[in-house]
Structures are given as C-alpha cells and as structure tokens.
C-alpha cells in the first residue's frame, strides 16, 4: 500500500475516496521510567533510547492506519499527517496519532 503525505500520487489520480483513516499509538509512564534508566546512551545530545521509542510508536500508528485502509480495501492513504502529543498528569505518556485519506487509484 502506497502511504504518502502528498495530497496526489504522481500518475496514479485517486478515483474513489474512502474516508479518513487513523491509527493510535499511547506509550505508558513505564517505558518512559525505562528509557530514563537508559539514558547514559546520550551522545552528542542524542538519547538512542527515546529515537528508538519515538521510531517504534510512529511505526506502530502507521501500521494500524494501514490496516485500516486495507480493510476498506483501498489502495494508498494520501495525505498522512503525523502528531505526537504529552499526555497524563506529567506528560509521563506518549500518544502517536497518524492520520490521511484512503483512496482507490486508477491509472
């Protein structure tokens, strides 16, 4: 499936638009305590620790925006917009939301 954050595929025009899909990802206070553990991984103001867990939720929010797409049986999601966002009482929670436009292609 073809995922994209531009609103047209090159040469593939969409012919039917099946409705907005979305996918959630919220990471728990408990990997973020983990990642803290971690963090004497910091080099040069990196922490490979957190580019894993920010990696591993945005992968997980893409994936079920697919699924959800697939289920409609569409061919691409264009559109695909990507926010990350604190929450709880101490933003000790991390949420993904990807979200775009299932589409049938022609061409």
């Not at 206070?29 to 803290?36: E, G, K, Q, T, V």
């Not at 963090?39 to 920010?54: F, K, P």
């Amino acid at each position: 499936m073809i995922v994209t954050t531009t609103p047209t595929i090159e040469g593939r025009p969409a012919t039917h638009y099946l409705g907005i899909v979305s996918g959630e990802t919220i990471m728990g206070a408990n990997i973020f305590r983990d990642i803290l553990a971690g963090i004497r991984d910091i080099v040069g103001g990196r922490s490979g620790a957190w580019e894993e867990v920010m990696q591993q939720a945005r992968k997980e929010a893409l994936l079920e925006m697919q699924d959800h797409a697939a289920r409609l049986d569409a061919d691409a999601v264009i559109g695909v917009q990507l926010t990350f966002n604190a929450l709880g009482a101490s933003d000790s929670m991390l949420m993904v939301t990807a979200s775009g436009t299932a589409v049938k292609l022609g061409g």
